[in-house]
């Protein structure tokens, strides 16, 4: 049974890989970036032991080599001061979860979220503080807690944090809200941004408040991944914003990518997941996608939990957004947690299928030249005319019911999604095109 994925090979040079993504028909993205907070045992246990075996690799594989592209030894290639800041962070970050994930499958880089209350209250998460963990009946030393620094002349040999009093992180959270308000374009968010982020370099202190020898701190990354979330949070907010042409173009140095390939993180095969995703009501999981091209398509929304089992839920959907109209009508059958199916899978008794979507085909265009070609540019404001009768649409279909069967006895979500013709008969390349698909609750 097909089950398509989009992820980037890691023994190819990044640009390579971006530019093959760039052609790969998709179901989903399968990859994201957690609230360290949120991790579960097995997560934060996957974390550590890629973190261990990077530590033991000794070549560019390994953590000193990706450690070292940020500052110390030269040459050093990090941007700072400069408006490549956010965008630049963006490809060192791919690189290194790459790194993780040759090690330990399926493995992310958690994000901290120093903004956060959590965070004013307790300082640095538990993950990094504590300097041992529990494995099994024994304690082992956490390689979350400290990194070796291993270049010849190195001023230390290992990483050491001073965090400084617990009311500077509220203050850099006040600094945070007013860059994500930042309306001027990207080169002045890139500016904004970068201050709180300095902020919390200093705040953690020790080696983290050392360009040089900042990123030997496995807690590094997850700040960093915090960055380009609120990065990635800004872009979603200005969705027409691009930055000028030459930094647009720019290839960022030593990864031989573009500001451009590396824009959208849709193309990256990443996303970020906010929330704890335990409470049902009120929740919301997305995963972007690009083309239902293949037999079955499946998709991961690890945020949601359906344990316990909830005391009230009005109503829970799965929602495809910005539908595009397919020529033929087709059925698309939706299954919660049951990844082999096909269009045999019993529909009737079985506790997995939520139902149907119904989209009505539009046929071949019927009109003259042009007459099926969606305008690029949106309506503008006062433009009373109804919207091209091709224009990508949201549909939905309520799984309530389905939800609550599943309620209490399973934990996350994962939606399998099949297309049959009005027949009956499985589609082999649907071709249906939509931006995302989300599980929401009211």
């Not at 944090?161 to 959270?173: D, F, I, K, N, T």
């Not at 595009?324 to 269009?343: C, G, T």
Request: net charge neutral; hydrophobic share 40%.
């Amino acid at each position: 049974m097909a089950k398509i994925v989009a992820e980037l090979g890691s023994t190819r040079p990044l640009a390579a890989a971006v530019e093959a993504a760039a052609g790969t028909v998709l179901a989903g993205i399968p990859r994201h970036r957690k609230n360290i907070l949120n991790l579960s045992d097995h997560e934060l246990a996957a974390l550590r032991e890629a973190f261990i075996k990077v530590y033991a690799i000794n070549d560019e594989r390994g953590y000193q080599y990706h450690a070292g592209i940020h500052g110390a030894p030269p040459p050093t290639y990090c941007q700072h001061g400069t408006p490549l800041f956010a965008i630049w962070h963006r490809p060192y970050l791919y690189f290194f979860e790459k790194a993780l994930q040759d090690q330990v499958a399926g493995v992310t880089i958690p994000f901290w979220d120093w903004s956060a209350p959590e965070a004013q209250r307790n300082g640095i998460p538990k993950a990094f503080a504590d300097k041992t963990y529990k494995d099994g009946p024994r304690r082992r030393p956490n390689p979350l807690f400290s990194g070796d620094i291993k270049f010849r002349g190195a001023a230390f040999t290992k990483t050491f944090r001073q965090p400084a009093s617990a009311g500077v992180p509220r203050q850099l959270a006040i600094q945070l809200g007013t860059a994500q308000g930042t309306t001027s374009g990207y080169t002045d968010y890139s500016r904004n941004l970068e201050s709180p982020h300095n902020g919390l370099h200093g705040w953690v202190g020790g080696t983290m408040g050392n360009i040089g020898y900042a990123a030997y701190d496995p807690i590094f990354w997850a700040h960093h991944a915090n960055v380009d979330r609120c990065f990635a949070s800004w872009q979603a907010a200005n969705p027409n914003v691009l930055p000028p042409d030459n930094i647009y173009n720019a290839t960022m140095v030593p990864f031989g990518v573009t500001t451009k390939q590396m824009w959208n993180l849709r193309d990256l095969g990443y996303d970020y997941v906010v929330g704890s995703g335990s409470p049902l009501r009120g929740l919301k999981a997305k995963a972007l996608a690009t083309k239902f091209n293949a037999p079955v398509a499946q998709f991961s929304l690890e945020s949601v939990n359906l344990q316990p089992r909830p005391r009230k839920l009005r109503t829970a959907y799965i929602k495809l957004h910005e539908v595009e109209q397919p020529k033929e009508s087709l059925e698309i059958r939706v299954f919660l947690n049951q990844a082999e199916v096909s269009a045999e899978t019993l529909t009737e008794g079985n506790p997995h299928y939520a139902g149907s979507i119904y989209l009505f085909g539009h046929g071949e265009c019927a009109g003259s030249a042009g007459h099926c070609d969606i305008p690029e540019q949106a309506r503008a404001k006062g433009d009373l005319r109804p919207p091209h009768h091709l224009t990508p649409m949201q549909t939905q279909l309520d799984v309530t019911e389905s939800v609550m069967k599943l309620a209490g006895a399973e934990a996350g979500v994962s939606v399998t999604l099949v297309a049959v013709d009005p027949q009956g008969k499985q589609i082999q390349t649907p071709g249906i095109d939509f931006e995302a698909i989300s599980f929401e609750t009211v």
